[in-house]
């Protein structure tokens, strides 16, 4: 009798919202994009083609107000521990000797702990001096790809001499970077325990420099009207988006589509729109780029899809980012993290899945040199070397006007929020 109480609650908790049949947990799936703008994806308005991720837009929600820190390894810090990595002493990217406090609980582990399964094909960035910093200590079951910030497109070493490894070991490897992540991210999932939900995290190099693509989409760009660095950058998007459609179509061909929830988003601003900004007819103008907490630093594209359970083609404006994720995820999935640090990030998915914005605590970004932005509502104060500038967002998204004088009450009842934060970088 208790045997079919049990497989009773267990449909009951199965049933999807809109009518399909969904695990207890489902998949997730998070790509990544490094050094991508908010101007390079179609969905806003890009020449750059993006039809994958354009896709995962439009059959998802696109998340209009995400942000992230302004380069890759803090961000990537916010992701695994829900913590703001200035608490962890990380402000830019982790060099051969760092890495994420030992302490630090990551989202893989707390996967793991929640019965998931977990893989990851890509880069880490997130120290690997010792064994307890790399991906396979940090909670993923399976690890395919490179330890630091960068690696050649077309080799098997970056410019430090490290390159490929697979769960701890040096691999020796051919071909496109793009196309081998996604080989092993479609292997990972072929080769899943089907007893078990997937967590699969497939952080791409591209279009961080070098940014190479093939040929063909050289020559594409170049009749395009791209010119220098633009070129490969251009191309390597391209190639990234058409490797996430070959990860689609494995997902839907394995029956796991409507069962997984995918995400895709930026680690940070792109290094070329700040240097030499093409912007194209209709886009938002942001300003700044990596490096920088201004708009185009720190807001990337960022869409989340989950057939039967998100509504499809909408926009969240609700203000989140990436220290959110962890809970977010975690809230989806269906349990509550434990045994961590005190988290930073906030459960947005009750604002996700109902498209409605929640009162949330200002959302602060760390930046290089020492500088923060805190964010709330409508409003953006950035406190760094050159003093105070506060932003209202909604009406000036390019942060034309700096409104700290017209608003001195505002701009100091955040700046104490921040206050603490940087405080504890000069202790």
């Known amino acids: 009798m208790i045997r079919w109480i049990g497989f009773l609650i267990f449909g009951l908790a199965s049933v999807s919202h809109a009518g399909g049949s969904i695990q207890l947990k489902p998949h997730v799936v998070l790509f990544v994009s490094d050094d991508m703008g908010w101007n390079e994806v179609g969905y806003h308005g890009s020449t750059i083609a993006t039809p994958h991720i354009d896709q995962l837009a439009r059959e ?177 998007i391209e190639a990234m988006d058409a490797a996430i459609g070959r990860i689609l179509v494995v997902l839907k061909k394995e029956g796991m589509e409507r069962n997984t929830l995918v995400m895709f988003f930026c680690d940070n601003g792109s290094g070329i729109s700040r240097r030499s900004p093409q912007y194209e007819p209709g886009q938002l103008r942001l300003r700044g780029g990596k490096g920088t907490l201004q708009e185009g630093g720190i807001r990337v594209p960022a869409v989340i899809r989950w057939p039967g359970v998100l509504q499809p083609n909408t926009t969240s404006r609700q203000l989140m980012g990436a220290q959110d994720l962890l809970p977010t995820l975690a809230a989806a999935a269906g349990f509550e993290p434990v045994d961590t640090r005190p988290l930073d990030g906030v459960n947005c998915w009750p604002a996700i899945l109902k498209q409605k914005r929640m009162q949330r605590p200002p959302l602060i970004v760390g930046g290089e040199g020492g500088g923060f932005a805190v964010l709330q509502g409508n409003w953006k104060l950035i406190w760094d070397q050159h003093g105070l500038n506060l932003y209202d967002i909604e009406q000036d998204p390019i942060e034309a006007k700096d409104l700290s004088t017209d608003h001195p009450l505002t701009a100091a009842e955040l700046a104490d929020v921040l206050r603490p934060v940087r405080e504890k970088i000069k202790q």
């Open 60 to 236: 998802g929600v696109q998340l209009d107000r995400f942000y992230v820190h302004p380069v890759c390894s803090p961000t990537r810090t916010a992701l695994m521990t829900g913590r703001i990595p200035a608490r962890m002493g990380i402000f830019s990217v982790i060099g051969r000797a760092g890495g994420v406090p030992k302490e630090e609980r990551f989202l893989p582990e707390l996967f793991r702990q929640a019965g998931y399964q977990t893989a990851m094909s890509g880069k880490w960035h997130l120290g690997f001096a010792e064994a307890a910093y790399r991906p396979n200590a940090r909670g993923f079951n399976q690890f395919f790809g490179f330890y630091g910030g960068g690696i050649n497109y077309y080799s098997s070493t970056n410019t430090r001499r490290l390159g490929w490894f697979r769960n701890g070991r040096p691999v020796n490897v051919e071909g496109y970077s793009t196309d081998l992540l996604a080989d092993e991210a479609i292997s990972r999932i072929q080769k899943r325990d089907k007893n078990k939900p997937l967590l699969l995290y497939v952080p791409f190099n591209a279009p961080h420099p070098p940014a190479e693509a093939p040929e063909a989409l050289v020559h594409k760009y170049r009749r395009l009207g791209y010119t220098g660095r633009r070129l490969g950058h251009a191309g390597a």
